[in-house]
């Protein structure tokens, strides 16, 4: 069941914006996994490529 | 009626605001303006559905996380940033409520139920005050989250959808659908 209030006092401007924390916030943003981004795959593919067309070069 | 102004703002705005959230896409510390801006509304819009203010500051906080852990799948689509951030403070309230960290509440002042009282009645008096406050309980709470944010926050039918998931028009059929409902209650009370 839902309640209801009437009149209930309300917070002024100055009581909310004191609880503001954007430092908070920006701390609670989970940190990016390295590995899902696309330039992890492309760094990880062309230092491959290149890896091993330095052991075929040296191999001939 | 007259609605909130807040949700209207000139393209200027919206430009600027879009400007804020890209630059917020490359590194989050540039959506500060954007929380100082919204943070009051958004705590505002939840304060009026539960029951209490430390609840209410903890949903806030989980909205403005959750925006910008999401901020890269933000796509604009010509209204304010403020729909978006609502969204999601409607779908973090619901959260709350199935994980009883907050009760569902509705916050009215005694202009408003006076108001709505004149519409149905013509006579306003202190029992069918009463009755109002009995019947709007009696509501489906997808009929109560309309009435509330039309005749109790004054929000347009273009805002009502937008945080609702639905067209202008929709909002305003189901709006007045829920109107009808809660006339038909409060006719049936004693």
Redesign the interface.
Known sequence: ????????P??S?EE??S????N???K???KKKIWLSPWFYGAVGLSSVFIAATLILLMK | MKTNAMYYQSSFLLEEELQIIEKAKLNPAHFAPLYKKYHEAIFRYIIKRVDEEEAAFDITSCVFIKALTNIQRYEFRGVPFSSWLFRIAKSELYQSFRDNKAKRTVNIDSIQVAQLVEDFTEVYSEENKAKLIKALPLLKDSQMQLIEMRFFEKRSFREMGEIIGLTENNAKVKTFRALVKLKEVFNKLK
Request: glycine share 0%; no cysteine; aromatic share 14%.
């Open positions: 069941m839902i309640k209801i209030y009437i009149d209930r309300s917070l401007s909310i914006n609880r503001r924390d954007f908070y916030i920006l609670q943003i989970p």
